[in-house]
T-cell receptor
Framework: DADVTQTPRNRITKTGKRIMLECSQT?????MYWYRQDPGLGLRLIYY???????NKGEISDGYSVSRQAQAKFSLSLESAIPNQTALYFC????????????????FGPGTRLTVT | KQEVTQIPAALSVPEGENLVLNCSFT??????LQWFRQDPGKGLTSLLL?????REQTSGRLNASLDKSSGRSTLYIAASQPGDSATYLC??????????FGQGTRLTINP
């Protein structure tokens, strides 16, 4: 089974609808992240969470909200979807800490393709 | 604000050729640099991670170099194979574990 899973894998919704994307991980990591990818662009960070009680905005958080229900679960919500939120959404996880400046590698889920019509 | 650029956006080469993918970044204050591979319908797979104190990393046919002072990294792929066809992304690691990605290079290896 995959370590980082995302549901749904594909979703088509209409403008104005509320939608939730879910991410679950079995890696036991403290840190979780949500990114979006647009055609021809790299991934951009939407929100990140360093533990259950810590939520931080990323580069492009407007129009999105998140919920960290448990260490293993991190959900992304679009309160009122709009067409320019059509994108590929990725969840990622990593271990915690910067001991000695060490970087803890991020592990990515398979992505959710969201289309807003 | 850190900006990461990858050139070219797309590359098509015959099987067996050696090739180089380029990545440049504007702010040299990075922790590390990471190269990923992205296949359609799948997530990102980490290929190589270069610590800021290192100049290169190797894994099989892949070699990545890092020159912080000039803000550049290259990914060298030796003896390319059709299975190497994918989009390759570079990302720099800045404070608080944040990754800043380039837009990617779409690589096609022709049999």
């Amino acid at each position: 089974d995959a370590d980082v899973t995302q549901t749904p894998r594909n979703r088509i919704t209409k403008t104005g609808k509320r939608i939730m994307l879910e991410c679950s991980q079995t890696k036991g990591h403290d840190r979780m992240y949500w990114y979006r990818q647009d055609p021809g662009l790299g991934l951009r960070l939407i929100y990140y969470s360093f533990d259950v009680k810590d939520i931080n905005k990323g580069e492009i958080s407007d129009g999105y909200s998140v919920s960290r229900q448990a260490q293993a679960k991190f959900s992304l919500s679009l309160e009122s979807a709009i067409p320019n939120q059509t994108a590929l959404y990725f969840c990622a996880t990593s271990d915690s800490g910067l001991a000695g400046g060490q970087y803890y590698e991020q592990y990515f889920g398979p992505g959710t393709r969201l289309t807003v019509t | 604000k850190q900006e990461v650029t990858q050139i070219p956006a797309a590359l098509s080469v015959p099987e067996g050729e050696n090739l180089v993918l380029n990545c440049s970044f504007t702010d040299s204050a990075i922790y590390n640099l990471q190269w990923f591979r992205q296949d359609p319908g799948k997530g990102l797979t980490s290929l190589l991670l270069i610590q800021s104190s290192q100049r290169e990393q190797t894994s099989g046919r892949l070699n990545a170099s890092l020159d912080k002072s000039s803000g550049r990294s290259t990914l060298y792929i030796a003896a390319s194979q059709p299975g190497d066809s994918a989009t390759y992304l570079c990302a720099v690691v800045q404070g608080a574990q944040k990754l800043v990605f380039g837009q990617g290079t779409r690589l096609t290896i022709n049999p």
